[in-house]
């Protein structure tokens, strides 16, 4: 059953790679073409190196906005463990999702940390 399965995917692998070989080109300039306003002109090194420039510090510029929020966040959480007595079950049950969202993606870095691996570590 599992080299059935294996041979379907392989098929389907082969088939979008066909699709891609002949449409590639044209769906690549369709979405040039498509979002020509973005582009800088002229596309050379020196300006790729400019806007990663200018990413990197509008970003750093960004920091103390985001500590701002963040902090504004903890004192919101501060504040609701301080008034846990007031809760209703709707706010009881947002925590507990919360906590188990934060459990799962928890877990989904663990098993990238592990090279995609179930069981633990390779040794």
């Known amino acids: 059953m599992a080299s059935s399965k294996l041979v379907q995917v392989q098929a389907k692998a082969a088939q979008a790679s066909q699709v891609m070989a002949k449409n590639g080109g ?62 209703n079950m709707e706010n009881a049950g947002m925590a507990a999702l919360f906590g188990l969202e934060c459990f799962v993606w928890f877990c989904g870095g663990e098993i990238v940390g592990r090279g995609f691996t179930f069981p633990g570590y390779h040794v």
């Open 26 to 87: 044209s769906y690549v300039k369709q979405l040039l073409e498509k979002n020509k306003e973005y582009i800088q002109e002229p596309p050379s090194v020196e300006t790729c190196q400019l806007l990663a420039k200018q990413l990197f510090y509008t970003r750093l510029a960004s920091i103390p906005k985001r500590y701002e929020a963040f902090q504004k966040e903890v004192e919101s959480l501060k504040n609701m463990v301080k008034k846990r007595e007031e809760w």
